[in-house]
């Protein structure tokens, strides 16, 4: 029965927030609040370090044999990887666009909206890949949570954010 109760409220919170969830397949977008007051034109990405972030021509070219992680071809990648990939080149420039911002408090709440949506995507490959179901009924559980988290944060956002 409380499998029941976890699905109809997984299914009600995906419905809830299905903007962030389906739509971010080509580009994850921030709520508006999040770029508003942003000083990323003062701290590029390139020069923060340990940055290990694709420049956007790497990023245009993931499906045409990109290189990953160890100098791996995309296409030699599993499936799994390959997805994990494709979602975190949305999710990763948007969490750097949220941190960047002015306010403290805002720029939590921006940076955790992407990171959030990134744990989403893992979980949703998981759920397309993934056979263990101890590991299978932790990624619905982390779907559940984040997505009521970023529904929290965005409300916040609308209501606090300058």
């Keep these: 029965m409380t499998y029941v109760k ?39 990405s390139s020069g923060m370090h340990g940055s290990s972030m694709a420049s956007s021509d790497q990023a245009d070219g993931m499906g045409s ?51 959030h949506q990134g744990a989403i995507d893992m979980a949703e490959v998981l759920l397309e890949h993934g056979k263990n179901e101890q590991m299978r009924a932790l990624a619905e559980e982390i779907i559940t949570a984040q997505v009521g988290e970023i529904e929290l944060m965005t409300t916040w956002l609308s209501e606090n954010a300058k």
Excluded at 13 to 20: D, I, K, L, Q, R
Excluded at 21 to 43: I, V
Excluded at 72 to 92: C, S
Excluded at 95 to 103: I, V
């Design 6 to 44: 976890t699905l109809a409220a997984l299914a009600i919170a995906v419905t809830t927030v299905s903007n962030p969830l389906f739509a971010q397949e080509a580009e994850f977008k921030l709520p508006e609040q999040c770029a508003a007051s942003t000083s990323s034109d003062q701290m590029p």
């Design 65 to 115: 044999g990109m290189m990953g992680m160890g100098g791996m071809k995309m296409e030699d990648m599993p499936e799994h990887v390959q997805d994990n990939m494709r979602k975190m080149m949305a999710t990763m420039p948007a969490m750097h666009q949220g941190m960047m911002n002015e306010d403290a408090d805002v720029a939590f709440a921006c940076g955790m909206i992407a990171h």
